[in-house]
């Protein structure tokens, strides 16, 4: 890793609303600080959100990993979960395994592992049931 790059990571509390999205709102005040782009910086922020508010309501926490470079941003969310038993399944939009008590929160509308798809320029996701899920995004910054 270069001189020039920033490397964090944090712990993801499991079922803690409270500080839900701690992580994203850190990382997207040191991109605001590097002045990156603010349409990019949204992008970022809710993909890494949704990764969160994820391991918050189905994994019981996890830990996102985050590599800021000149270029571009790497995150990686790592949990222990149960796992995804269906990934195709997971990722269409509106699909969602939450309980009706977290839909009742506000949460759970099956966009999460789209929109972090979507806002990403390279996305990967790997999860074996009973093992947890990892999930790796990186977005560039434009020039």
Do not use: W
Request: charged fraction near 25%.
């Amino acid at each position: 890793m270069s001189s020039n790059s920033v490397h964090l990571e944090f712990d993801v509390v499991g079922n803690n609303f409270v500080s839900a999205g701690s992580a994203s709102n850190e990382v997207k005040g040191i991109l605001k600080q590097l002045g990156i782009d603010p349409l990019v910086i949204r992008k970022i922020a809710v993909a890494m959100y949704e990764g969160e508010i994820n391991m918050v309501i189905h994994a019981g926490g996890g830990r996102a990993i985050v590599d800021i470079f000149e270029d571009k941003i790497e995150i990686v969310l790592i949990d222990t979960g149960e796992g995804i038993e269906d990934v195709e399944l997971a990722m269409k939009e509106g699909y969602s395994t939450a309980s009706e008590s977290i839909r009742n929160l506000g949460f759970g509308a099956g966009m999460g592992l789209p929109n972090m798809k979507r806002f990403s320029d390279k996305f990967e996701l790997e999860s074996e049931v009973g093992k947890g899920t990892t999930i790796k995004m990186s977005m560039l910054f434009p020039e």
